[in-house]
């Protein structure tokens, strides 16, 4: 399934191994400390039309992260 907003998105950090579990909403709904990411944010849009298996990279102000999309679940 694509990514979709509103539905469970598990990435993996390339780089650390570490696995997360976000939901993407809207701007007025975003809560970092509650998994929930803005759409608007770079790890949504660098999601936006990605299927699991997809490697994104995410530029912020240190560099490049690098992530796979490793599921999506509503």
């Not at 490697?55 to 992530?67: H, K, M, N, P, R």
């Amino acid at each position: 399934e694509d990514f979709q907003q509103k539905h469970i998105n598990i990435l993996k950090d390339l780089e650390t191994d570490e696995v997360f579990e976000y939901q993407i909403v809207g701007s007025a709904e975003a809560n970092p400390a509650a998994a929930k990411i803005s759409n608007e944010s770079p790890v949504g849009r660098a999601l936006m039309g990605k299927k699991p298996g997809a490697i994104v990279d995410v530029e912020v102000v240190d560099g490049i992260l690098q992530y796979e999309l490793l599921q999506v679940s509503r």
